[in-house]
């Protein structure tokens, strides 16, 4: 039987989109001396999403305006990193043709837009009075952000440690 992938699989079973150009390019561009920007500048908004249910929680327990407060500014500066981070992962979508090809990067893209449109609401919801908007619809939209945070943080890492996208070898 006539075999063509280097793990000899039967030429009918070859996967196409594993043939096309590039597919193997999976390497960061976006990077410092091979250091992918996007790994670097994830942790702010995952670590602020966090801090936003904690200062949610302490309100709640506390009564202090100032966790509600703080809330605000974590929600904020969490989105506006995410929005960071987001750009720096787009870039590298669409410059890298070996992530472009792989549709578990598009499944991370919609994840984390999801993510960045509910850190986005739930900065601008505070936005008209912070204090008041902590409970309940606050720490709710709060503890799904976590949720989701959570889950985008650990498929990206899907994508680095199983299927080696933006390593600095590639794939
Ligand atoms: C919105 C567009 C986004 C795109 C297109 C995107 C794309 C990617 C890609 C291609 C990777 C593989 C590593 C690399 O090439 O740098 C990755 C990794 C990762 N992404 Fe995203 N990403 C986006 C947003 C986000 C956001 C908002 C978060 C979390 C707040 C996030 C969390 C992660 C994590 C934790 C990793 C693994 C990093 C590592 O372990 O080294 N991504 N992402």
């Given at each position: 039987m006539a075999t063509e992938d280097k793990n000899d699989a039967p030429a009918d079973l070859v996967d196409p989109i594993s043939q096309l150009?590039?597919?193997?390019?999976?390497?960061?561009?976006?990077?410092?001396h091979g250091h992918p920007i996007h790994a670097m500048s994830v942790a702010f908004p995952v670590a602020l999403t966090f801090c936003v249910f904690g200062a949610d929680a302490l309100y709640w327990w506390t009564g202090d305006e100032f966790w509600a407060r703080a809330a605000l500014w974590a929600a904020g500066t969490g989105f506006l990193f995410g929005m960071l981070a987001g750009f720096s992962g787009t870039a590298e979508i669409l410059l890298v043709p070996g992530i472009r090809k792989r549709a578990p990067a598009w499944t991370h893209f919609i994840i984390a837009v999801t993510l960045l449109a509910l850190l986005g609401t739930n900065w601008g919801y505070r936005l008209f009075g912070y204090e008041q908007a902590v409970l309940p619809y606050g720490i709710l939209l709060s503890a799904l952000c976590v949720l989701v945070v959570s889950f985008t943080g650990w498929h990206g890492g899907k994508l680095v440690f199983d299927y080696r996208l933006g390593t600095s070898k590639g794939s």
């Open positions: 150009p590039g597919f193997h390019e999976t390497e960061s561009r976006i990077a410092v």
